[in-house]
């Protein structure tokens, strides 16, 4: 039997060591793990547009998605009356950088309609025209699902689309992201209906119906599927003052 | 005797319980089939060989360290807060190999996202600091971490091998040396819908399911009791 002062000690001691080797190693890989999180959100985002711009976001090398991305791609962050910020006032709501990739839309989903912020990014293409990238974020079955739409030059068709998830089912709802046939679909759909009514996109079950507003659901995942429809509409409702004044 | 004569053929010598606490849990006393343990996470992890393979080596390495660790402070532990000592050992391994992963291995840290954690739940980890490390050497503890890690994964990576075969027809995907091996499109090796042979073919859903796991585990342990009379009970 040891003594409680051994104990108390022999733990202190120990959790001590721990806590300062897990801090340092955390401090010093704290960079690489945001530089990491960076990149993937900008493999994602070029998937969304990797028709238009003919890339193959799976197969090119860590620099040259940089290196694109900084050339083509403009960023913008705009409020839900579709005012745009400077990256002053983004600054003001907390993001270090002031740029359209440092803001959270998981902070900003929580807030209120009016108070959010968002980013969009523009790629502009060879010919001159302008692609609207547009970020979705959602809730999925087990835990968040989040995306990228394409919109081209008349601000209402789809050019692509890229999804993305934390912990959907492999091989259900996780065909989201791993099945490339699903955000296919999206290409050519658009968002806004003749009168300039947002309907957004529906993944309806058992096929699509309107061939300009549905695309088929994922076969097995249904909650995953509703989970998408909603994130988009949600996520098109925040950019729909913005998108209304560009047109 | 035996040392000296294994000493000279052998890069590293090992005595005959050094090697059977390394060989042993590849089939004798394997933790997966023969103890039943880490059950859980066999199932979850398992619809890819990729990540299948990474959570073998991580889960390896954890049990190694932590058994070493251990076994190296067996006699100062004192023994009313052993387990929470265990633990805080095992999640600091967890946490290194998490960190780890995030800065040189994104994509295979977002693949496996919360089972890396979950290693630190793994009851083989903390079953064989209790039964072993507590009570040997640190060398012999720490190969006794290694063959159990091994054990661990060599059943998750056939369990692997099969699911993603049958589930997706494909096998190592997610790296550069993916191969598409049957599949309803002129991508995969065998194309389903031109090849007269497996016109019938098709994936089977049920495979990527956890499910499914479950049933290819019960056939290995069919199979390994049927081969190895050690592991039959004829009491």
């Known amino acids: ?247 | 005797m035996s040392e000296i004569k294994e000493s000279k053929k052998a890069l590293f010598p090992m005595t005959k319980k050094e090697r059977k606490l390394l060989f042993d849990p590849l089939n004798d006393n394997n933790p997966v089939t023969v103890q039943v343990l880490g059950i859980c996470s066999a199932l979850a992890v398992t619809s890819m060989l990729l990540p299948s393979i990474v959570m073998a080596i991580a889960v390896t390495f954890v049990i190694a360290f932590s058994n070493l660790a251990i076994s190296m402070m067996r006699k100062y532990i004192p023994k009313q807060v052993r387990m929470i000592v265990q633990l805080v050992i095992i999640a600091f391994l967890v946490t290194i190999v998490e960190l780890t992963l995030k800065a040189y291995s994104y994509p295979v840290y977002k693949q496996l996202s919360v089972f890396i954690g979950l290693i630190i739940t793994n009851c083989i980890v903390m079953g064989r600091l209790e039964a072993f490390a507590m009570a040997n050497p640190p060398w012999q503890s720490f190969l006794d971490g290694i063959g159990n890690g091994l054990g661990y994964g060599i059943i998750l990576i056939i369990i692997s091998f099969f699911r993603e075969l049958f589930g997706r027809g494909t096998l190592m995907s997610g790296t550069p040396i993916e191969m598409k091996i049957i599949g309803s499109s002129s991508d995969f090796w065998i194309d389903t819908t031109t090849n007269s042979w497996f016109g019938w073919y098709t994936n089977n859903n049920l495979m990527v399911l956890p499910a499914a796991a479950l049933f290819l585990l019960g056939m290995i342990i069919w199979y390994q009791r049927s081969k190895n009379t050690k592991l039959v009970d004829i009491s």
């Open chain 1, 1 to 247: 039997m040891n003594s409680s002062k051994y104990i108390i000690g022999f733990t202190a001691l120990l959790t001590a060591f721990v806590a300062l080797v897990l801090s340092l190693m955390y401090t010093g890989l704290k960079e690489k793990h945001k530089q990491n999180e960076l990149l993937f959100e900008k493999r994602a985002m070029l998937g969304a547009i990797q028709d238009r711009a003919k890339l193959n976001v799976s197969d090119i090398k860590d620099a040259d998605i940089i290196d694109f991305f900084n050339k083509n791609i403009e960023q913008v962050v705009v409020d839900t009356k579709g005012n745009i910020l400077t990256p002053e006032d983004v600054e003001k709501h907390g993001y270090k950088g002031g740029k359209a990739e440092n803001v959270d839309m998981k902070k900003e989903m929580k807030k209120a309609f009016e108070n959010r912020i968002l980013p969009v990014y523009i790629y502009n293409d060879k010919n001159g025209e302008k692609i609207y990238i547009l970020k979705l974020f959602g809730k999925g079955l087990w835990d968040e699902i989040s995306g990228f739409l394409a919109l081209g030059p008349d601000i209402n068709t789809v050019v692509g689309a890229s999804f993305d998830h934390k912990g959907e089912t492999p091989g259900m709802g996780a065909e989201m992201k791993d099945n490339p046939k699903f955000p296919a679909q999206f290409k050519g759909k658009k968002i806004y209906d003749e009168s300039g009514k947002l309907v957004s996109i529906n993944v309806r079950k058992g096929g699509a119906v309107d061939p300009e507003h549905d695309v088929d659901a994922i076969s097995g995942a249904t909650l995953t599927s509703n989970g998408i429809t909603d994130m988009l509409k949600s996520s098109l409702e925040n950019y729909n003052n913005y998108l209304k004044k560009l047109k």
